[in-house]
C-alpha cells in the first residue's frame, strides 16, 4: 500500500457513474481502501471514506454489549511499599 503521506496529499479528477439506483465513483489504484467493507459519511460537501478496521469492528462490538447493572466491589489500594533502587 503507498505511503499515507503520499495520499493525503494527492488528489485525482474521477468520474461519477450509475450503478442501478445509485451513484458511484472508481477509486484509482493508489487510493484503494484495504478489506471489503468501508464507512462513508458526509461532511457538508465532502465525503469521507474510511476503511473499517479493528476500532471499528470493537466499537460495534461494544455497541451492541447492554450496560452492566451491578456495582462493582471495594478493592483494597494501599500504597506502595518504598523500595530501594540503587
Known sequence: MPNQ???MNSERHVSLFRN???QAVRIP???ELEGTEAIIRKEG???IIEPIGPR???LALLAGWAPLQEAFPEIADPP???EDVF
Request: charged letters at 40%.
Open 20 to 22: 442501478g439506483r445509485n
Open 29 to 31: 489504484r493508489e487510493f
Open 5 to 7: 503521506e503520499i495520499i
Open 56 to 58: 471499528h469492528r470493537l
Open 45 to 47: 460537501a465532502r465525503l
Open 80 to 82: 506502595p511499599e518504598p
